[in-house]
């Protein structure tokens, strides 16, 4: 055996809250002689084996931690920590943007621990809530036997003596039972803060890595010049169909064109009158008549 087990076995074990659970009577360990499980003997429930752990030694007496405990607290370490580090990395990448290109990278790795972390979450909140049934019937039971021994005494079925022994040890039990209720409520209450925690920084860090990696992407690719500014309309107001056309406006340059050219041809010679015309048939009558 080894100094760990020479010095718990034997020893009397109790709960956190001062409750007495049993004797130990051995431990099972592994090839390198680290203890991995101790035997308890819990009197009418049996011979159980604890993980070593669970177990703190103090003195005489050995410790017991719930592993529900346990669990809680590696729970709010990890998670406390993740979300420290999710800070730190939007710190980062709002300072620098030499380091917005691996943020990416990291955020992942992290958002990957977080989900991780929730089915653990899951898994540690059902245990919780199992606790707090079972505790729930042990607050009832330690009433009923304190006010039952009470019942007894006042019927001079036991004597005094026996009533405050019975109302003492009640009170004990409740009050040990009241504690652990208080220690998981508050533990719930913690995991509860830092979803809201988690959900806060997870919300405010993607769109930042999002933005960051898209801009990153967009460094090697031409950049393409486009116009953001439009012509302006034109001021002057423009002549609809059922505006009547002003005579005095300016000819089109086509138009001044086409005058020029017509102007600049000579006209085409006049037509004689008729009267011009009956004296020359005139003319020719007589000189034929001559000839004959």
């Not at 159980?48 to 030694?57: A, D, G, K, R, T």
């Not at 220690?183 to 933005?211: C, F, G």
């Not at 056309?245 to 089109?252: D, N, P, R």
């Amino acid at each position: 055996m080894t100094n760990g087990d020479i010095e718990i076995i034997g020893k009397n074990v109790k709960d956190m809250y001062g409750t007495f659970m049993g004797k130990v009577i051995g431990t099972i360990t592994e090839v390198d002689g680290s203890i991995q499980f101790v035997g308890i003997d819990c009197g009418s429930q049996g011979l159980q084996q604890i993980q070593y752990e669970q177990l703190v030694v103090q003195g005489e007496i050995v410790i017991f931690i719930p592993k529900w405990r346990l669990d809680s607290q590696k729970l709010l370490r990890e998670k406390q920590l993740t979300i420290r580090r999710l800070k730190a990395l939007m710190d980062i990448v709002s300072e620098n943007d030499d380091m917005k290109a691996d943020a990416e990278i990291i955020h992942e790795k992290y958002k990957s621990k977080l989900v991780s972390l929730n089915e653990m979450e899951c898994a540690i909140k059902a245990k919780l809530e199992t606790r707090l049934i079972e505790l729930d019937k042990q607050m009832k039971s330690a009433k009923i036997l304190s006010f039952d021994a009470k019942v007894q005494f006042k019927s001079n079925e036991i004597s005094d003596a026996t009533f405050e022994t019975v109302k003492l040890c009640t009170t004990d039990v409740i009050e040990h039972v009241a504690h652990e209720q208080a220690e998981i409520s508050n533990v719930k209450s913690r995991i509860t803060d830092l979803e809201l925690e988690v959900q806060d920084i997870t919300s405010t860090v993607e769109p930042i890595i999002q933005e960051s990696a898209i801009s990153y992407l967009e460094i090697n690719e031409p950049q393409q010049v486009v116009q953001t500014i439009l012509p302006e309309a034109p001021t002057n107001s423009i002549i609809t169909q059922s505006e009547p056309i002003q005579s005095h406006e300016l000819l089109t340059p086509e138009h001044s064109i086409e005058s020029k050219v017509e102007s600049a041809f000579p006209e085409p010679p006049q037509h004689g009158t008729s009267t011009t015309s009956r004296n020359d048939r005139d003319d020719d009558w007589l000189a034929r008549m001559e000839s004959q």
